[in-house]
């Protein structure tokens, strides 16, 4: 079906408003055919409320509903055609290999979460059974388990129009948690967006969801009125630190708070140990420089800090990386407004006094150059605010430290990071193993000998941190624990087994792992 530019609504397409809008070619700059329509104020109201009225219904379909939901979005966007591919390309610039493997990620996402669906422990059931006789008070019957907190905003990102955007993460979450969705399509690939929630609303129409359960509205400005509304429960965000707290600060004023899950922004350090440099430093600077320029470095958990203790080793890693650094070709970024992002940041490390440049060409024209910088390591130990801040892009930042002493208190200076890497011998790991619990207050995932570019979905994954990488750092946006983020617990006292939900029944029919007295158990109480 041609592309239309109109919002999605309880199932339906509208239109309401004068202002219009275009999504460019990432490559020209040339505007695409299709006419995107500004929701309106009305058209935000009705979208949240749409989602208010679709709730009660979705959250008490079974997991197995829900699961053959996810299930038919999946296979929709493995159906979406060479149409669908060429359009993400034109507006993002990303070669129909990357996209085709996003989509397989979105897709093979949306199983996952109907795997957990279908086993059940997102549920947490947990059955203490009264004791009537229990002295000096007896003990009432109390049942456990968790609900979805009600509807969720999304906002789309830029750098995965995939597996971040319409159907991404977040939205795979909310909808296995029972949540029905509200998309703020991202206005970088607001075609790309069209196809995905046209996937999706086929595939609720073909599961027999209520027509409210997926919304996506288009639009500057609409996102403060969505966190705003009564009805919305929960945000999931994507992208900026300024963009995530003002997301936060809007969820905090209302009259009642509701959480924003937002990933913001990490420079993903890398720590490069001695012995591992002296054995295999030249392999280390080549692997290194791929995984900076890697999709044009517009990965969220680009490495863009590099730290290492002084020596010739590290010498000698250094010019090597700086190399290749200087070899690395030119890329065209996402669009203008993340090119000229990244330009900003150039300029500010360059004005830096404590930071000189090692290697790149000049940043100019409609490409990104790749950039490697040094800096004085007493720049992380003060906690000056601008080695901390991410530039988004393919650049990266050495810092060389005197000693081990010195940089335990250079990674102490650090703020919250998605990810932390050592690249490591066995015999650094014992110089250095008080580095470990340093870099656990520091990072949601630490790697080891790899490199942070690459995000396994899994249910081991976590792909979050504290502040500001996250605004909450007790949970993930990859991997199936995102469930966690749209649940609530909620606890029935002395309900007989027809009010309780399913997961809670004496019956067990779902045939549910559940805690019943503190014992792991699938039998009927």
Do not use: W
Request: aromatic share 6%; proline share 6%.
């Amino acid at each position: 079906m041609p592309l239309i530019g109109h919002n999605f609504i309880a199932g339906a397409r509208s239109a309401a408003g004068p202002i219009t809008l275009q999504s460019l070619d990432a490559t020209t700059g040339q505007a695409l055919p299709t006419t995107f329509f500004q929701a309106t104020a009305e058209e935000v109201d009705a979208a949240a409320l749409a989602a208010e009225a679709a709730y009660p219904t979705y959250r008490s379909m079974s997991p197995s509903r829900r699961a053959d939901f996810l299930e038919a979005i999946a296979t929709e966007l493995d159906a979406l055609d060479e149409a669908f591919i060429a359009t993400v390309s034109r507006e993002t610039a990303l070669p129909a290999g990357r996209i085709q493997g996003e989509r397989a990620r979105t897709s093979n996402q949306m199983r996952l979460f109907a795997q957990v669906l279908r086993r059940g422990d997102f549920l947490g059931a947990r059955i203490d059974r009264a004791q009537p006789d229990r002295q000096p008070l007896p003990r009432p019957d109390l049942r456990q388990c968790k609900l979805g907190v009600g509807p969720v905003a999304v906002f789309g990102a830029s750098n995965f129009p995939l597996a971040f955007s319409t159907a991404g993460g977040d939205t795979a979450a909310a909808l296995a948690a029972g949540c029905p969705v509200v998309v703020k399509a991202h206005s970088g690939h607001m075609a790309t967006a069209e196809f995905v929630a046209c996937a999706i609303t086929r595939a609720a129409a073909d599961t027999g969801m209520p027509a409210g359960v997926f919304n996506m509205i288009y639009g500057a400005g609409v996102g403060e009125r969505l966190v705003k509304h009564p009805a919305i429960q929960a945000v999931g965000f994507t992208g900026s630190l300024k963009g995530g707290r003002a997301l936060c600060d809007l969820a905090a004023s209302r009259p009642r708070p509701i959480p924003v899950f937002a990933e913001m922004s990490s420079i993903n350090p890398v720590v490069v140990l001695t012995t591992a440099l002296e054995k295999r430093g030249e392999q280390i600077a080549t692997e290194l420089a791929a995984s900076v320029v890697l999709g044009c470095g517009q990965f969220c958990t680009n490495p863009g800090l590099v730290l290492g203790v002084r020596s010739a080793a590290f010498d000698n890693f250094l010019e090597q990386l700086s190399a290749h650094m200087a070899d690395q070709a030119a890329q065209t970024m996402l669009n203008a407004g993340t090119l000229s992002s990244y330009e900003r940041g150039i300029a500010a490390l360059h004005a830096h006094p404590g930071i000189h440049h090692l290697a790149g060409a000049r940043q100019e024209g409609r490409h990104a150059h790749p950039q490697l910088f040094q800096a004085d390591p007493e720049l992380l130990i003060g906690g000056d605010t601008l080695l901390q801040e991410e530039v988004f892009g393919p650049v990266s930042i050495v810092v060389e430290v005197a000693d081990a002493s010195e940089l335990e208190r250079a990674l102490q200076g650090l703020h919250g990071q998605l990810t932390a890497t050592l690249i490591a011998e066995p015999q650094d790991l014992d110089s250095f193993a008080n580095l470990v619990p340093l870099l656990e207050q520091k990072a949601g995932r630490l790697l080891l000998n790899g490199y942070p570019t690459g995000v396994e979905v899994c249910d081991a994954m976590v792909h979050g941190g504290p502040y500001p990488a996250t605004s909450d750092a007790r949970g993930t946006s990859v991997g199936t624990l995102a469930i966690d983020r749209f649940l609530r617990p909620i606890c029935y006292q002395n309900y007989p087994d027809a009010l309780l939900p399913d997961a809670l029944k004496n019956a067990n029919p779902l045939g549910l792992l559940r805690l019943i007295d503190g014992v792991p158990s699938c039998d009927a109480v």
